[in-house]
C-alpha cells in the first residue's frame, strides 16, 4: 500500500495575521493537500490524524461490537467477539441475526475493507480471555453464563468453554471458524488472563470470577497444553487468593529470562499488588517474590485491571540485556463501582523494573509520574519505535457510570526525561468507554473499536443508556506525516528459529529492526502484547542481517511483525515471521 510520501505544507498564516484581534477569534485553517488515501496539514506530522473506517458503501461498522479483539497472523484481519445478552434491536447491525433469531457475536473485521465477515459460535463468549497459540490460531476460555433464554437462543453456557478460531489450509482467516469446546475448564471462568508459555505449548488461563452474577473469585490457575489438547492442570495461587473479589482480568507477563531449574517466571499484579511466581517444566507453582501494596504509591486508586488503567511490559532490547520493565497508565478509585458518575479517574503512570537483578534481589520501587489528565478505561498500543500510544476511556466515573469520554491520544516516550514523557496528539470525536478496543496493525497504525455505554446521566435511579459502538477508527501516529519510512522488499524465511540469522532487502534507509506480537485485547489488557527490538549483524546497499531472539523466555514462540525501522518511523508494511523453538 502506497502511504504517505508529502512534505509538510508551509502554515497559511503569517505572524501579523495570527496577531490582528480577528484571526485569533478565528484562526485560519491550516492549508492541505491530498496524498494517497489521506488529506494531509501541517498539524498532522505533529499530532497524527484520526480516520473513519469505511467499507465499499460509505458505513463505518465492526458488526458486532468490538469488546473482544485479536490481530489475525498473516493478515491485518481481526477477529472480534462481543455478548449475546442485549436488546437485540439496538445491539446489532443489519445481517448479525441468525435465522432463529439469535444474534450472532463473533466477526472477522477487515480494516482495510472496511468489510466484516460474521462467524456462528454457540458459546456465549463475554469476557473470555484471548491470546494466540504458537500456530496462530485464537484461543478464547472461559465466558459467560448468558444462554438459553429469550435474547439468547440457541446458545449454551460458556464460562467453562475453550474456543478455537482457526483457518482452512489453504485459505484466509475470514474464510475460517470456531471450533468450541464446552465443559473443558475446572472452573467456570469470567474475566481470565491468558498467557502463552515460552515452550509455546501451555497457555495459562488465570483467575476470573465464577460468573456476572455470583463474583466468588477464582484463585486459581489452569493449563491448556496444545499438544494434549486439554486442560492439563489447575493450581490455586496466594497471590491471587489475596486479589479476593477483583480478580478480573490481572496482569500476566512472563519474565524475559528463566528462573531456577529453568522455571518460567511471571510477574502478576491486579490494582495496586502482585508477585513473581515460578512456573516449573512440571506446571507446579511456587511464589517467588512478593510485590505488596505498601509499595503502591498512589493510595486509593489502582492501577491495571479490568476496569481501571491499561498496562504493558515496554520494548525489550539487546542493549539493556532484555531488562524488563512494566508501565501502567491510568486507572480507578478503589471501591465498589456504584452510581458515581463523578469518581476521580488515577491521574498517574507507573512504572516498576523488572530486570533480573531487580527480581534476585527483592527491589521493587515504583516510579510515578503525572499524566496530562486523570483517565480509565483507556488501551496502551506498542509502536514499533518503542513508544506508546493510548487513547479511549473516560475522565470520570467507572464502567457503566462514566462521563467526560477522553477523546485524547496521547504518545508517551518512556525514554525522553521524566516529566516530559506524554505528548498530547489530535482527538476524536467518538466516545469510548467501557468494553473498547485498541491493537496496532502491520501498516504501523492503530485499530480503534468498540465501546457499550453512553455519558452517564448523574441521575442513579434511571439506569446509564446502552450506546453500541459500531464504528471503527484508524489512528494514524506522526509517524506517518512527513517522514521517510522504509519499505520492506523480501525476508529470506518465513519461519526461523531463535538465535538464527534472517536477510532482509528493504528500500529507503534502515537503523533498528524489531518484532511486534499480534494484539489479542480486551477489557484494557491486551495480553498478548510485546516488543523485541533485534541485533543488526550487517546492513549495507538495501540489505541487512538480524539475528532473532536468543530464547523463547524473551517472547514466546508464534507468529511476529517484523519491522524495520529508521530512526522512529517504522516502514510502510510489516512482514510476518513465525518463531519456533
Ligand atoms: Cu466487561
Known amino acids: 500500500m502506497e502511504l504517505l510520501r508529502a512534505t509538510l505544507v508551509k502554515p497559511v498564516a503569517t505572524q501579523e495575521a495570527a496577531d490582528t484581534c480577528a484571526s485569533a477569534a478565528q ?169 502463552l508459555m515460552p515452550d509455546g505449548v501451555r497457555t495459562l488461563v488465570v483467575g476470573g470470577t465464577r460468573s456476572q452474577n455470583d463474583t466468588t473469585a477464582v484463585p486459581s490457575v489452569e493449563i491448556y497444553n496444545t499438544n494434549q489438547r486439554g486442560i492439563v492442570s489447575m493450581s490455586t495461587l496466594a497471590v491471587l487468593q489475596r486479589f479476593r473479589n477483583f480478580i478480573l482480568y490481572p496482569l500476566v507477563y512472563t519474565l524475559p529470562y528463566a528462573g531456577a531449574g529453568g522455571a518460567t517466571q511471571l510477574f502478576m499484579f491486579n490494582c495496586d499488588n502482585g508477585a513473581v511466581l515460578n512456573l516449573a517444566p512440571d506446571n507446579t507453582w511456587s511464589q517467588y517474590r512478593d510485590i505488596p501494596a505498601s509499595l503502591w504509591p498512589t493510595p486509593n486508586f489502582c492501577g491495571a485491571m479490568s476496569m481501571a488503567g491499561t498496562a504493558t511490559m515496554l520494548m525489550l532490547e539487546p542493549a539493556s540485556g532484555y531488562a524488563a520493565e512494566v508501565v501502567m497508565f491510568g486507572g480507578y478509585r478503589r471501591g465498589n463501582p456504584q452510581c458515581e458518575c463523578d469518581l476521580p479517574t488515577n491521574a498517574y503512570a507507573h512504572r516498576l523494573k523488572l530486570d533480573k537483578r531487580s527480581v534476585d534481589n527483592n527491589q521493587f520501587a515504583w516510579a510515578r509520574e503525572a499524566m496530562p489528565y486523570g483517565r480509565n478505561m483507556n488501551d496502551d498500543v506498542l509502536l514499533p519505535n518503542g513508544q506508546i500510544i493510548i487513547v479511549n476511556g473516560a475522565k470520570n466515573g467507572v464502567i457503566a457510570n462514566a462521563r467526560n469520554a477522553a477523546h485524547d491520544a496521547w504518545l508517551y516516550n518512556p525514554k525522553a526525561a521524566a516529566g516530559s514523557r506524554f505528548t498530547t496528539l489530535a482527538a476524536t470525536n467518538i466516545n469510548r468507554y467501557y468494553h473498547s478496543t485498541a491493537l496496532l496493525l502491520p501498516d504501523a497504525s492503530i485499530l480503534v473499536m468498540g465501546s457499550e455505554y453512553g455519558s452517564c446521566s448523574r441521575s442513579c435511579a434511571s439506569r446509564t443508556p446502552w450506546e453500541f459502538q459500531h464504528r471503527a477508527e484508524r489512528f494514524l501516529p506522526p509517524y506517518f506525516f512527513g517522514t521517510s519510512r522504509p519499505g520492506i522488499s523480501s525476508v529470506s524465511a518465513k519461519e526461523a528459529r531463535y538465535g538464527a540469522s534472517v536477510d532482509v532487502t528493504y528500500s529507503g534507509t534502515v537503523t533498528r529492526a524489531v518484532l511486534m506480537t499480534p494484539a489479542a485485547v480486551t477489557h484494557q489488557n491486551n495480553m498478548n502484547q510485546r516488543a523485541v527490538e533485534l541485533l543488526i549483524s550487517s546492513n549495507s546497499g538495501g540489505a541487512l542481517t538480524v539475528r532473532m531472539p536468543p530464547n523463547p523466555y524473551i517472547t514466546a514462540p508464534g507468529w511476529h511483525m517484523l519491522f524495520l525501522l529508521n530512526g522512529d518511523g517504522p516502514c510502510t508494511q510489516a512482514s510476518w515471521i513465525r518463531l519456533r523453538l
Open 27 to 195: 484562526p485560519p485553517a491550516p492549508e492541505t493537500r491530498q496524498a494517497g488515501d489521506y488529506i494531509v496539514t501541517e498539524r498532522d506530522a505533529k499530532a497524527g490524524q484520526w480516520q473513519l473506517i469505511r467499507n465499499k458503501d460509505g458505513r463505518s461498522s465492526t458488526g458486532v461490537v468490538a469488546i473482544h479483539a485479536a490481530l489475525l497472523p498473516e493478515s491485518s484481519q481481526v477477529l472480534i467477539w462481543a455478548r449475546v445478552h442485549m436488546d437485540g434491536s439496538r445491539s446489532y447491525e443489519p445481517g448479525v441475526v441468525a435465522a432463529d433469531g439469535a444474534p450472532e457475536v463473533t466477526a472477522v473485521f477487515d480494516p482495510t475493507s472496511g468489510e466484516y465477515f460474521v462467524k456462528q459460535q454457540r458459546l456465549t463468549p463475554f469476557c473470555t480471555g484471548g491470546s494466540h497459540l504458537a500456530d496462530g490460531r485464537v484461543l478464547a476460555a472461559g465466558g459467560d453464563d448468558f444462554a438459553g433464554d429469550r435474547l439468547s437462543p440457541g446458545y449454551t453456557d460458556g464460562r467453562r468453554g475453550l474456543r478455537l478460531y482457526q483457518k482452512p489450509t489453504p485459505g484466509r482467516w475470514d474464510q475460517g471458524g470456531w471450533n468450541t469446546l464446552a465443559n473443558q475448564l475446572r472452573e467456570p471462568r469470567w474475566y481470565p488472563t491468558q498467557t
